[in-house]
């Protein structure tokens, strides 16, 4: 069942970094192979979920500011 340990080794880090800093809302974003999305929550509402959506956005807005040589992988 877990055989990605790249994977694995990611859950890991996540949820001990979860665990380390007191977290009292998590949300989980997934997508399987085939496109299924799959979401999760807790202790999240209407206006967490908006905050994470735009951080998630600000990430890939930065992902794609860095694939264009706008940026540096250490800038932030």
Do not use: P
């Not at 979401?39 to 990430?59: L, P, Y």
């Amino acid at each position: 069942m877990f055989e990605n340990k790249d994977l694995c080794a990611w859950m890991e880090d996540a949820v001990r970094h979860i665990m380390e800093h007191e977290t009292d809302g998590i949300a989980i974003v997934a997508q399987s192979r085939d496109g299924e999305l799959f979401t999760a929550h807790f202790n999240v509402g209407c206006c967490r979920k908006m905050e994470f959506a735009s951080h998630i956005q600000i990430d890939a807005v930065h992902d794609v500011l860095e694939a264009n040589g706008y940026v540096k992988e250490d800038d932030d």
